[in-house]
């Protein structure tokens, strides 16, 4: 904008803001940090700050007039402005967050006498309801729970417990035939049942698994064994090493793992 003696005076031409604006277009296809979609903005919002500035002068009527010329560019620096806050305020912003899953960790097979014909149903694996968060659980005290904002679960903690189990059985057992989906009655020889009360870790890295589990009759019409498992694994902390705080998780479930297998081995 130039300006006279007396007053502020809208600007005659804007013939660079083509220019600029196709200046930033390019610039913007070269990915920078921050956004390389400011600069294009910001050209866009000069352009039409001075078109605006040019309506609003012709507008009044006299081009004299210094009142109105001095509200026309009060009310394009505002523009202006809010065109560069705006353009700060939206660029993307990292998702710091990462997603994990359980693994199964077994290795070998137990020892012993074994059906080779057993066919073994895994069901859906129960859980309490602070264990149904997407973020990893962690125990703060016998009665306080919190939840890691960045560290969460990849699937949901139900499913990724049951696909453990049957992965580390087929592998205890590799005679087995293990069932996770829904079967008919006369599909398995045996069903394992898990109902969780504790799973997680707390802030020193140790893992707590707690579950009663029983194996039952196929259609569940008579229990063949029923037990309590309390397992806990020293590990590091998750704020420090997550991905082997997870793995400490799935070795405590290994534990169990190895109780459902030397239990199911005496099923014939």
């Known amino acids: 904008m130039n300006v006279s003696t007396n007053c502020l005076v809208a600007p005659e031409s804007s013939w660079w803001a083509p220019q600029a604006i196709r200046k930033a277009a390019e610039d913007s296809r070269t990915p920078k940090p921050g956004g390389g979609s400011c600069a294009l903005n910001f050209a866009i919002a000069s352009w039409s700050a001075a078109v605006l500035c040019r309506f609003f002068a012709h507008s009044v009527g006299n ?5 109105a010329r001095i509200l026309a560019f009060i009310s ?5 402005v809010f065109a560069l806050t705006a353009c700060k305020s939206f660029r993307p912003v990292e998702d710091l967050t990462r997603y994990y899953v359980l693994s ?3 290795s070998g097979q137990t020892g012993g006498p074994f059906n080779q014909d057993l066919s073994i149903g895994i069901a859906p694996v129960e859980m309490p309801g602070y264990l149904q968060s997407t973020r990893i659980a962690l125990r703060r005290g016998t009665n306080e729970i919190s939840y890691s904002e960045y560290r969460q679960w990849a699937e949901h903690l139900d ?24 079967w008919q009655t006369g599909d398995v020889k045996a069903e394992v049942h898990v109902s969780i009360q504790r799973f997680e870790l707390d802030e020193s890295g140790a893992a707590t698994l707690e579950c009663e589990w029983r194996i039952v009759s196929p259609g569940n019409s008579r229990v063949l064994h029923l037990d309590h498992a309390l397992i806990s694994k020293k590990g590091p902390p998750l704020a420090n090493n997550p991905t082997s705080a997870v793995h400490t998780l799935s070795e405590v479930l290994e534990e169990l ?5 030397a239990a199911l081995k005496t099923q014939g």
């Open 257 to 261: 793992s190895k109780q459902l297998a």
């Open 63 to 67: 081009r004299n007039n210094c009142v």
């Open 104 to 106: 199964a960790s077994a």
């Open 159 to 182: 499913k990724g417990i049951q696909r453990v189990l049957a992965s580390d059985l087929s592998t205890l057992l590799p005679s087995a035939r293990v069932i996770t989906s829904a």
């Open 76 to 80: 394009v620096s505002s523009f202006l």
